[in-house]
């Protein structure tokens, strides 16, 4: 059975940093391309990044910059590091492979 099973999340102060990891099992991950979503409060759920199985990237035109995605194929996980943390950037952050497939969310909350 497919798991994705996300981690990281946490409150932190804006300004500060965070590093959302998001584990995937029971599909061979070096050959999936992976993509971060959030969503915020009242808001509908929105992309931010993806990185395909190749290495590369793509972002969100409002976050690029801020958010690297990256993966470790030896640890079938991929990343979310952003930086400059905004009160806005205060989500449930999900993972989700180019098959559909969601993770259950971690939640990150910016504080001022």
């Known amino acids: 059975q497919v798991q994705l099973v996300e981690s990281g999340g946490g409150l932190v102060q804006a300004g500060g940093s965070l590093r959302l990891s998001c584990a995937v099992s029971g599909r061979p991950f070096s050959i999936t391309h992976m993509g971060w979503h959030r969503q915020a409060p009242g808001k509908q759920r929105e992309w931010v990044a993806l990185?395909?199985?190749?290495?590369?990237?793509k972002y969100a035109s409002s976050e690029k910059g801020r958010f690297t995605i990256s993966r470790d194929n030896a640890k079938n996980t991929v990343y979310l590091q952003i930086n400059s943390l905004k009160l806005e950037d205060t989500a449930v952050y999900y993972c989700r492979d180019n098959f559909g497939r969601w993770g259950q969310g971690t939640q990150a909350t910016v504080s001022s």
């Open positions: 990185i395909y199985s190749n290495g590369l990237t």
